[in-house]
């Protein structure tokens, strides 16, 4: 099976192996050193000098923890959405009382950091601005340099951003774009199943961090803090996903984060070129397009939720549909972490055999012209 949706992504057989070893004692030696080792490497991967925390959890426990530990009901935060998943960064601040202004920008495009400009100047009681790094349900990658030079540079506002699908992916230096949290999980990029959620915090994270008054327990970062001061988590944590973590980690630092980041860019546009070659179109301008997952048209008069399972059926490749509104109107090709040419060469080629099937001719590759 071709896995190609953007995550849980394929393992490498040693990440495979390692998750596979018997349990040890998450109060012990010896895994003491795991977790000290995981976190030096992830700091590595965020580039930061500030604090890492590993959770026992699925991405969205991580945003959760990045809101609740930042903020006190009743605070502003300005939360920026282009799509499926910036929409749920506002709906958690807005359970646990914060005081959300929406500013939403169609699906498909990126978020535009003069409107975040304005939207500051407007309102000085902003405190803080919840952002998608990489919005997997378009595959469109904001210019969060951009932004940070507007929420860090000129407001010094506290910066939150979900970089769930893009941090160990496409390059994300933390310290220098002065991101304060950013959070991220096991199953995207980093190679490794689902169950850890990384969290990075700033000197100016754990000064808010002392005023925050938002509830939480589980996801309490100053408890996971003094726990990993010891080589430890609060709680039991995923301790089979953590032997993966290390080993992925390892896998990519030998690598080298540029080689990595070079092999999501061309493979990335492989699958942009490889989708316009069979006459598709993209959800999204290249120029905002993800290195990590595409979203392509579905053609009119091709039924999206046939194509994906006839993807399946035919060729054991599976792709994820749209979701939200975009559900049945787009499907997404998942090309992050353990990736290479040939999965995607694969995954097009199997899209175009279920389009034939479909009955769907499309006109020469380049003149832009897709019929049903
Ligand atoms: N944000 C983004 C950008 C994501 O891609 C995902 C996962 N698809 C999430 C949040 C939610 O993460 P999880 O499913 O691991 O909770």
Redesign the pocket.
């Known amino acids: 099976m071709n896995l190609r949706i953007?995550?849980p992504t394929p393992c490498p057989d040693e990440v495979l192996e390692a998750v596979g070893r018997p349990m040890m004692n998450h109060r012990g030696p010896e895994f003491r050193d795991i977790v000290l080792r995981v976190t030096e490497r992830l700091k590595q991967v965020f580039q930061t000098k500030g604090d890492v925390l590993t959770l026992t959890?699925?991405?969205?426990?991580?945003?959760e923890a990045a809101i609740t530990n930042v903020f006190s009901p009743g605070d502003k935060v300005l939360c920026v959405s282009i799509g499926?998943?910036?929409d749920?960064?506002a709906d958690i601040a807005k359970v646990y009382g914060a005081q959300v202004q929406a500013l939403a920008f169609p699906w498909g495009t990126a978020a535009d950091p003069d409107r975040i400009r304005q939207a500051l100047k407007a309102d000085p009681a902003i405190k803080g601005v919840l952002v998608?790094?990489?919005?997997?349900?378009t595959g469109v990658t904001n210019d969060l340099q951009a932004i940070a030079h507007v929420v860090k540079g000129e407001f010094d506002r506290l910066l939150v951003v979900?970089?769930?699908?893009?941090l160990g992916s496409v390059p994300l230096p933390v310290d220098e774009w002065r991101c304060d949290v950013v959070?991220t999980?096991s199953?995207?990029g980093w190679m490794t199943p689902?169950g850890l959620?990384m969290v990075s915090m700033s000197q100016r994270a754990w000064e808010a961090n002392t005023k925050a008054t938002m509830p939480r327990y589980y996801f309490d970062l100053g408890s996971a803090k003094r726990y990993l001061d010891r080589g430890q988590t609060p709680a039991t944590p995923a301790v089979s996903i953590f032997y993966g973590l290390d080993v992925a980690l390892g896998l990519m630092l030998h690598e080298g984060m540029e080689g990595v980041y070079k092999r999501h860019a061309r493979i990335a546009q492989r699958t942009r070129d490889g989708a316009k070659a069979l006459g598709l179109s993209l959800l999204a301008d290249e120029r905002i397009a993800s290195n990590t997952?595409s979203a392509v048209k579905v053609p009119d008069g091709v039924d999206g939720r046939k194509l994906i399972a006839l993807v399946q059926e035919q060729s054991k490749v599976v792709i994820a549909g749209g979701q939200g509104a975009q559900e049945g109107k787009i499907f997404r090709i998942g090309h992050l972490g353990h990736v290479t040419e040939q999965n995607v060469d694969e995954a097009l080629a199997a899209v175009g055999k279920a389009l034939a099937s479909l009955g769907y001719q499309h006109a020469k590759a380049g003149d832009g012209r897709t019929h049903a």
């Open positions: 953007p995550g959890s699925s991405g969205t426990g991580a945003m499926y998943f910036g749920r960064f998608t790094h990489n919005e997997t349900s979900d970089a769930i699908s893009s959070a999980a199953q995207k689902p959620a997952v």
